[in-house]
């Protein structure tokens, strides 16, 4: 049963207005203002740096061991987001993980749109290795959208013949922009986070002329054989639960492991309120042990 956290949460959700009507740009506003409440975890440093021209930032637990690397993709659909809306619920990843984590901005849409990110996303990626970080030290993590463009990442890195990281942790993904799950409609009623109307109106603004399942902006249409260990993230009061479960059947039957943990009632990516709320700090926990584990392999 949710925590009485988690219910305060859905009225303040609940309670907010309408941004449907406003620009990108407002949209982008508006989430780094919202995001200023969350505090970082103690005892994490941040440092900007610039990663093969991309802004990107540092988050580091004390005394972490320099070896492994959690690369974050920021969620957003594609269109907002950034290190400041993300920098709190990474420190507590990292955190918990006991690793360092590099977080960084890839180019938004409209203003950059398809195939921008998962330029960015690989570049980052190939920047990592090239630094001296052994791919079987590094995991892959995002939400929302930032868990597509993982996925994304994945199949692009094992076009171009380039090493996979250990394991990849997706939150809450969104690897279907041509929107046919059924929970779009079945859920809609019970999100307090996500509309398809929303939906609808970041997929056109990511992929512009491209074809919405096209296998590097839909994951869900890609060739996954060969994709490391997945942890899927998803609560079942999701619009996006579909994309969740289609995905882990689709890379099941590609022969991919994955593990999902459908959390009853939960909200999209609600382990973004980590302190505020014990079910996104079980859910940090369970993040990080499943990173343990496949660093150490």
């Not at 195939?115 to 590094?138: C, M, N």
């Not at 002329?209 to 839909?218: F, G, I, K, Q, V």
């Not at 099941?252 to 593990?259: H, I, L, M, N």
């Amino acid at each position: 049963m949710p925590s009485k956290e988690y219910e305060d949460i859905l009225e303040l959700l609940n309670s907010m207005p309408d941004t449907s009507g406003l620009t990108f740009e407002e949209r982008r506003s508006n989430f780094e203002e919202q995001a200023s409440q969350l505090p970082v975890a103690e005892n994490v440093s941040c440092e900007p740096l610039s990663v093969a021209g991309i802004p990107a930032e540092w988050i580091v637990p004390a005394e972490t061991p320099e070896r492994s690397v959690l690369l974050y993709l920021h969620g957003g659909g594609y269109c907002i987001g950034s290190i400041n809306t993300h920098r709190g619920m990474v420190s507590h990843i990292a955190m918990a993980a006991e690793t360092k984590a590099l977080l960084i901005d890839y180019r938004l849409a409209p203003e950059s749109p398809f195939p921008a990110a998962v330029e960015d996303s690989t570049s980052a990626y190939k920047w990592l290795l090239s630094q001296g970080v052994g791919s079987r030290d590094i995991i892959i993590a995002g939400d929302s959208a930032g868990g597509g463009l993982t996925v994304s990442t994945l199949v692009s890195l094992k076009e171009k013949g380039i090493p996979l990281p250990a394991a990849v942790v997706l939150i809450s993904p969104w690897v279907d922009l041509a929107i046919t799950g059924n929970s779009v409609n079945s859920k809609a009623d019970i999100d307090p986070m996500v509309t398809k109307e929303g939906l609808i109106e970041m997929a056109e603004a990511y992929t512009d002329d491209t074809d919405h399942r096209a296998p590097l902006a839909s994951p869900l249409y890609a060739e996954l054989k060969g994709l490391p260990p997945m942890l899927i993230h998803v609560g079942t009061s999701e619009i996006l639960y579909d994309d969740a479960t289609r995905l882990v059947d689709h890379a099941r039957k590609s022969g991919v492991e994955v593990t999902i943990n459908t959390a009853e009632g939960m909200c999209h990516v609600w382990h973004y309120f980590t302190i505020m709320l014990p079910e996104a700090l079980e859910a940090i926990k369970e993040i990080a042990v499943f990173m343990r584990e496949h660093l150490r392999k």
